[in-house]
């Protein structure tokens, strides 16, 4: 059917080489051909014809009907005859003859297809081994050339395929069970597009296809395969039909199968984003194509060669002189040290070298069978070079030069798009590290990690973000978001969004006040887009959580016991939407041991994923996960990066409680006369509560001074809170004014005040300011002595500063 033969038979010469006898058919029986059983050598059959001529003869209906003998032939009307003489070694062996029913006769291609089928037959007729046998030529021959014929049925995805078929494919017989979906299973998915044009004609009558496609062997090897068929429309009873013969690209090589490979080229290459991936193209469509034995791409930037891909990778594959030297140099190679090149670079002409020719021994070995140089133009200018090299000798066929210069043409628009693109991506990641944090802080009672991964596709800047806020020595507050849209606009907003979270939530504002700030912010800045956040502050002594949520994924937990749960917190819309917007706090209690997680979308949906069923899944790998290793809990809650259409971030905090937890003390001061003086009974006080009475001095002097600074320079209220944390005391003084004190820049003999904070910081192991609500936080800590032991030395001080 797709040769176009309803019949084949096989004449060779009979005794004494007076007459030609039939041998072997295929198709019909010979009764029903009209094919005689014997045929005069010196008669004027085609068959008899062919061979005496020596080459073929082809008769459509007409001229048939008008030669001699032509009764003995065909009987039918339109009928139509090749006749394809047999030789071998400069022997005539017989006559292939085929009929067929096409009104104009057998096509060009079908013609070249049984050109070569008579050659393979010509190989089973052995000079000198006397007649064959019976029916055994056509199929052998056909075998021989490796060729798989299959009939498929569009309407019930059915295929009738041969063992040839099925070896080029890779399927052992026993395996297949007739579908053709088996058949597609093992073939790339690049090609799977054109390949659904054979297996769904959408009723292209008599329709002919040729095309290339890739398979994957049993053992991982790709093959090309060559692919040509023809429609033959139901009739009747029978369905629509697609028959079809399947060889290695080296048996059926046309132009149709060019133009196919420059088709899929296209089409590769219009998917290859990187530069990597235009490699991976460029040595899949030349090198076992073209039975090549080296590629290699480069890249021209600024009159030097970067290697792009080598392939066969292995170094042994390449000669000596690329191993020891430009294997390594070839990145920073000159084009002036490859004068082969810069020539073939400067007239933007593809150069083929015969196999033998001579080289410089920065080629020498490449190609000894034949080197095809082809630089890659792009829009004006030379973007790179391809090498393709041969061990064996290599003929250039016209139709070979034709399709590395189409092929050379498109590769190289494709790597300067492919640059432009890598550039990008760079830039890209780029900005996004330097919107994300460097580090997350330590934290005094629990460990926080954090993961981000940009998306697949597209450019890979996202606006997922993540902090960690160490608000004090008790209290850190944790923010996951998710700006809308991929693009440089959504990180700008990112980063925009995580500095001002930080920011506000520095200043000491509650979680509400934090977040409807923000969202205030991003109403204000009039842009299109908006963003969710998830806001969690946590007191790390009391282990209670307050969180707010704007439009985010709830957060999930995993309890000590390895339970996990998804965190019911009321929420608000996302920001940016709508400026007066309220988001209302939950309160959680986490108890040591817990494990929360902060997720974005990115993480668990896509479109083959629902979101329900994505936080299931986050959930049993977070309950599955050792938490003693929040890193490496993390990163197994990644799960597969393969299915990842969006960008991820991942927050997660262990929780750990605080070992010691200290005490504390605190004194509303009155805006009295003598208000400093009690705030030092206060403080001396507690000290003795507490029996570290040896660090009163320096306390109280601290106290003394810190309170007359508020008092003095501020209005409102002033709070005075001592904490014992161990072997230090801490002073911290509130008041209302945001503006922190100003150490002076010169103090001398005349100055009448600036000394007190200088006393302050010379007497304190550490000493700062911090905002809060309402204010800022003056604080200072001290050293407690140790106290010396009878002997005159230092002994150990009991644990001190802690509350079991």
Sequence with gaps: MFAGATLAAVYVPGAGNEELRLVDTTGRAPSESGLPERLPLSGDSPAAQAVRLDRPLWLNPAALASAPESGRGPQRAQASLGALPLGAEGRRLGCLVVVGDAVDGFEAEQRRFLERYADAVAGMLRPGAGPPA????????????????????PDTGLVEVDETLLELVGIAPDDFDGKADTLLAHTLPEDMHALMSVVEPSGQVSARRELEFRVRGPTGEMRWLSLSCRVEPGTGD???????????????RQSADDVSR?????????????????????????REPLGADRVALAALQYDRLV???????????????????????????????????????RDGRMRLWPPGAALESGLAGVGP???????????????GACLVGWDHPHEFVPEERSLLTATAALVGQALQRAHAYDAEQELATMLQRSLLPRRLPELPGGTAVARYLPARRGLQVGGDWYDVIALSEERVALVIGDVQGHSAGAATIMGQMRTAVRAYAMEGHPPDVVVSHANRLLVGMETDLFATCCYAELDVEEGNTL???????APLIRHPDGSTEEVEIEGGPPLGILAEADFPMTAVALAPGTVLALVTDGLVEAADLPLDEGMRRTRTALAAADPGDPGRMADELLGDA??????????????????????????MVWRLPDAVMHARRFTARTLRRWKIEEAADTV????????????????GPVQVDLMLRGDRVRVSVSDSSPRAPAKPVIVNWESTGGRGLLLVEAMSEAFGTVPVAGGKQVWSEVAVPVPESAHGGPGPRPERGSLP
């Excluded at 069978?369 to 973007?383: E, F, S, T, W, Y």
Aim: aromatic share 6%.
């Design 134 to 153: 019976q029916s055994s030529l056509l199929g052998p021959a056909l075998r021989s050339m490796r060729v798989g014929s299959f009939v498929l049925v």
């Design 238 to 252: 029978r369905l629509e039909q697609v028959a079809g013969v399947v060889t290695a690209t080296s048996v059926l």
């Design 262 to 286: 420059i088709q899929w080229l296209t089409a590769a290459l219009d998917d290859a984003t990187t530069v990597r991936d235009v490699g991976r193209v460029v040595v899949a469509a030349l």
């Design 307 to 345: 290697v792009t891909v080598l392939d066969p990778p292995q170094p042994e594959a390449w000669p000596d002189a690329w191993r020891s030297e430009w294997r390594t140099e070839w990145p920073d190679a000159p084009v002036r040290a490859l004068p082969t090149l810069k020539q073939a670079l």
């Design 369 to 383: 069978g034949g080197l095809a140089v082809l630089p890659l133009p792009a829009r004006g200018r030379v973007a």
């Design 547 to 553: 969180f707010v949520r704007a439009g985010h994924l």
């Design 642 to 667: 393969g299915r990842r259409e969006d960008d991820v971030a991942l927050l997660l905090l262990r929780y750990d409680g605080m070992k010691t937890r200290p005490i504390r003390a605190g004194w």
């Design 700 to 715: 109280l002097l601290v106290v003394s001074e810190l309170v007359t600074n508020a008092l003095v320079h501020t209005q």
